[in-house]
């Protein structure tokens, strides 16, 4: 059974970065994506970015193509998602995923991590 820890978020103001951490243990498929979905209050999860086993990065939302950047650490088995420019409207709760590639949407998810709060305010 995997288990997803994430950590990094964190309160800023707009124009900053953050990095967002995914610790992964566990038994993971080797077929398996994992992947960045996020939740703002009142709306539904959605894909942000998920990483394929061969590297290739999948972007779910337009808004965050050239802000942010997906990456593994694939020997410590760690997802990365390096936020650059941030805008208040991507306050979220971020949540860390892995599933059936390209796992961007939540049929593809088999299992989720806690989330990490990234608030964006001035």
């Known amino acids: ?66 802000r942010f950047t997906a990456s593994k650490d694939s020997a410590r088995n760690i997802l990365f998602l390096q936020m650059n420019s941030l805008r208040p409207e991507d306050s979220a709760m971020y949540y860390c995923a892995v599933g059936v590639c390209p796992t961007t949407t939540i049929p593809d998810v088999v299992s989720w991590g806690q989330g990490t709060q990234v608030t964006v305010s001035s």
Not at 6 to 27: D, F, H, I, K, N
Not at 35 to 52: C, H, L, S, T, Y
Request: negative net charge.
């Open 1 to 66: 059974q995997e288990q997803l820890v994430e950590s990094g978020g964190g309160s800023v103001q707009p124009g900053a970065s953050l990095r967002l951490s995914c610790t992964a243990s566990g038994y993971i498929h080797p077929n398996y994506c994992m992947g960045w979905f996020r939740q703002a209050p009142g709306k539904e999860r959605v894909g942000v970015a998920a990483f394929a086993p061969d590297g290739t990065t999948t972007y779910g939302d337009p808004s965050v193509e050239g």
